[in-house]
């Protein structure tokens, strides 16, 4: 078998069990006077997304965190606006059979077909949760909502 096969193999026997969120920290860094002044808002988002092994399982979590500062002008001043980080877990369990066929494979397949699970797939799975998050967070803080974009898979 490839790692293609081998990635294939886990897409096949991977499982999402729970998506939870750890922790949201966020700053509004602007009074609420300001913000009716506030023009060519900017978002730049920063995901990263890992997994990790449960020891003597069947069982990894991914890990997400979604950085979101927002930048704007205000009174001819570039000023940052806000910033919200949100980290969740992701519990996704393996098939046995599967997991014992990607430990059992040579050269390290199971790291690396996870490392590929991560960079494609949680953060699919885990996008939809930080855009209703986000979305809340900032309407409660006074800020407009701030919706993320639709992921999108390359």
């Known amino acids: 078998m490839n790692k293609s ?8 026997g991977i499982e999402l069990q729970s998506v939870s969120l750890t ?11 300001e913000i009716p002044e506030v023009s060519k808002a900017k978002i730049n988002v920063k ?7 449960m020891h ?16 704007g002008i205000i009174k001819h ?3 940052k606006l ?5 980290t969740h877990d992701l519990i996704y369990e393996i098939q046995p059979k599967v997991l014992e066929q990607l430990r059992d494979a040579e050269g390290g397949v199971l790291s690396e077909v996870l490392e590929q699970f991560a960079r494609s797939n949680v953060g699919v799975n ?10 809340h967070i900032s ?3 006074g800020l407009p909502v701030i919706t993320l974009q639709v992921m999108r898979r390359v």
């Open 5 to 12: 096969d081998y990635y294939k193999l886990l897409i096949q």
């Open 23 to 33: 922790s949201a920290n966020s700053v509004r860094n602007v009074t609420l006077l």
């Open 77 to 79: 001043k570039r000023r």
């Open 56 to 71: 003597s399982s069947d069982v990894f979590i991914g890990k997400s965190v979604v950085t979101v500062s927002v930048h």
């Open 139 to 141: 309407s409660v803080m």
């Open 126 to 135: 885990v996008w939809p949760y930080a855009r209703a998050e986000l979305a």
């Open 82 to 86: 806000a910033r919200f980080v949100l």
């Open 47 to 53: 995901p990263n997304f890992t997994m990790e092994e």
